[in-house]
């Protein structure tokens, strides 16, 4: 675990690798379809930020990707198949994430939260057809934001 997760439990820590592969299902999932091609991308997000974020959150996307296909199927296979029922739920799970971001320090949790909003777009954008690329349903708008956590800011005082 990385120094700057160290205030977090295994547990905790856990929750909020989870958070990924969750926000995959949630966002693939709105319209009903989870479609190979938006969890296809998802994982390939979560890769290429294992090597392309800031350095110390390099290690927490590797970690995630190692298990990403295992946990994405497993929550697919548990969780329910009606849309609007499975987002409750993973919404619900999700807003959990929000006391594991808070015992981060500021800036650590104003960047963990920037990152899954960006990701939650990344699938989003990932689900439309050939005209359709990069366009986002109005399903998927209804969730892509992440409104069951809360915001974390954090402004440098060199800005």
């Given at each position: 675990?990385?120094?700057?997760?160290?205030?977090?439990?295994?547990?905790?820590?856990?929750?909020?690798?989870?958070?990924?592969?969750?926000?995959?299902?949630?966002?693939?999932?709105?319209?009903?379809?989870?479609?190979?091609?938006?969890?296809?991308?998802?994982?390939?997000?979560?890769?290429?930020?294992?090597?392309?974020?800031?350095?110390?959150?390099?290690?927490?996307?590797?970690?995630?990707?190692?298990?990403?296909?295992?946990?994405?199927?497993?929550?697919?296979?548990?969780?329910?198949?009606?849309?609007v029922?499975?987002?409750?739920?993973?919404?619900?799970?999700?807003?959990?994430?929000?006391?594991?971001?808070?015992?981060?320090?500021?800036?650590?949790?104003?960047?963990?939260?920037?990152?899954?909003?960006?990701?939650?777009?990344?699938?989003a954008?990932?689900?439309?057809?050939?005209?359709?690329?990069?366009?986002?349903?109005?399903?998927?708008?209804?969730?892509?934001?992440?409104?069951?956590?809360?915001?974390?800011?954090?402004?440098d005082?060199?800005?």
């Amino acid at each position: 675990m990385e120094s700057i997760f160290k205030n977090l439990s295994a547990e905790e820590y856990a929750r909020l690798k989870d958070a990924i592969p969750q926000i995959t299902v949630l966002i693939a999932g709105a319209d009903g379809t989870i479609s190979p091609g938006e969890t296809s991308w998802a994982e390939k997000v979560t890769n290429i930020r294992s090597y392309s974020a800031a350095e110390e959150y390099q290690d927490f996307y590797r970690e995630i990707g190692e298990t990403f296909q295992s946990r994405l199927d497993h929550l697919i296979k548990e969780l329910p198949s009606n849309a609007v029922s499975r987002a409750s739920q993973i919404s619900d799970t999700l807003s959990g994430v929000n006391a594991v971001l808070g015992k981060l320090e500021p800036k650590h949790a104003a960047h963990v939260y920037k990152e899954l909003r960006s990701f939650a777009s990344h699938v989003a954008r990932a689900g439309g057809g050939f005209l359709k690329f990069w366009s986002v349903s109005a399903e998927e708008k209804k969730w892509v934001e992440l409104p069951m956590l809360d915001k974390f800011e954090w402004h440098d005082k060199e800005e």
